[in-house]
Each structure stands twice: as C-alpha cells, then as structure tokens.
Nanobody, 128 residues
Framework: QLQLVESGGGLVQPGGSLRLSCAAS????????IGWFRQAPGKEREGVSC????????YYADSVKGRFTISRDNAKNTVFLQMNSLKPEDTAVYYC?????????????????????WGQGTQVTVSS
C-alpha cells in the first residue's frame, strides 16, 4: 500500500518546539518533491514549506521563515519539519504531500497539489 504517514504532532506551549516526520511506505521518496501544508479550523489549507527531491531547493512561507526547517533523509525515506518558537497561530492539522514533478518548490507550496500522495495529517496545538 502506497502511503505517507505523518507523526510528531502534539500539544506544546508557545515558544516550544516540535519535529514532524513524514514517512513513506510502498514507494521511495527520492524522485518526489515534498511539501508540508497546514489547515486551521475554518481556514483554507496553506503551504508551509516545500523541498525538492534532491533537497537542494527549499521554500518557506513568510509566516514560518526563520522558525521552521524542512529537511529530508532519502535513505530513511522520510522528510522532517523542525518547528521552533511555535506560536498559537501555528495551531493546525499538518499534512505532508509528495509530488513527482513540480515547476518549483515555491509553486508547489503556493498551489495546493491535486496529484501525488497525501498523508492523513497530524494535529499541532500551541497553547498555554
């Protein structure tokens, strides 16, 4: 079965950190660009950070730039999102997506992919 599974979400206080993981099973991520997206209640899904298949290109939304870091370990077939200095407005369900071909990683984050693979999401709640 081809799937992506996110993990690492949870409840954290403002200023805290979490590390999300996106693991693939049934296929290898080597040729896929990966994106992290989030959706808060009542809001549209938005791109948070995206990374090229080689890891050489990354994109961050302005709202997370300097606080979040995306990385990938193709040997482990996993992509990570390190989230530091978390804010209440970061509260959302976080999803990862794998897309075989993207024009740029920025485009992948701007235009929510309709193709590729999606995970089921992991809840991140930032609250005191």
């Amino acid at each position: 079965q081809l799937q992506l599974v996110e993990s690492g979400g949870g409840l954290v206080q403002p200023g805290g950190s979490l590390r999300l993981s996106c693991a693939a099973s049934g296929f290898t991520l080597d040729n896929y660009a990966i994106g992290w997206f989030r959706q808060a209640p009542g809001k549209e899904r938005e791109g948070v950070s995206c990374i090229s298949n080689s890891g050489g290109s990354t994109y961050y939304a302005d709202s997370v730039k300097g606080r979040f870091t995306i990385s990938r370990d193709n040997a482990k077939n996993t992509v990570f999102l390190q989230m530091n200095s978390l804010k209440p407005e970061d509260t959302a369900v976080y999803y990862c997506a794998a897309v075989l071909k993207v024009p740029t990683v920025q485009a992948m984050c701007y235009i929510i992919p309709r193709s590729g693979y999606w995970g089921q999401g992991t809840q991140v709640t930032v609250s005191s």
